[in-house]
């Protein structure tokens, strides 16, 4: 039903930004409610941001502190996560994911569909 696939990822130093992007199949990508969580190593996975289907409403976590930004581009089935003043804490792999609640959500059960995640390494 939905596919995802994230890029952008990499090894940066600390203080740099980064652009993810997440590609989504299918042509009810606007229907859908996006998120991006994190895994650090040894961690349980955490919400990072969430955006509503038309990108009005979004979400984020306490921890990044007002750094990261969501965004999504419905013509092109894309959602993005622009990552600045990354910090080595933001180390992780970041998936991801689409939801099918009625409104925005930042539970992890309540994503139904996920990418296979790609790795951001800070170094300080």
């Known amino acids: 039903q939905v596919q995802l696939v994230e890029s952008g990822g990499g090894l940066v130093q600390a203080g740099t930004s980064l652009r993810l992007s997440c590609a989504a199949s299918?042509?009810?990508?606007?229907?859908?409610?996006m998120g991006w969580f994190r895994q650090a190593p040894g961690k349980e996975r955490e919400f990072v941001a969430s955006?509503?289907?038309?990108?009005?409403?979004?979400r984020y976590a306490d921890s990044i502190k007002g750094r990261f930004t969501i965004s999504r581009d419905n013509a092109k089935n894309t959602v993005y996560l622009q990552m600045n003043n990354l910090k080595p804490e933001d180390t992780a792999v970041y998936y991801c994911?689409?939801?099918?609640?009625?409104?925005?959500?930042?539970?992890?059960?309540?994503?139904?569909?996920w990418g296979q995640g790609t790795q951001v390494t800070v170094s300080s």
């Open positions: 955006i509503s289907r038309r990108g009005g409403t979004t």
């Open positions: 994911a689409a939801s099918t609640t009625v409104r925005i959500t930042s539970r992890l059960g309540d994503y139904d569909y």
């Open positions: 299918g042509r009810t990508f606007s229907l859908i409610h």
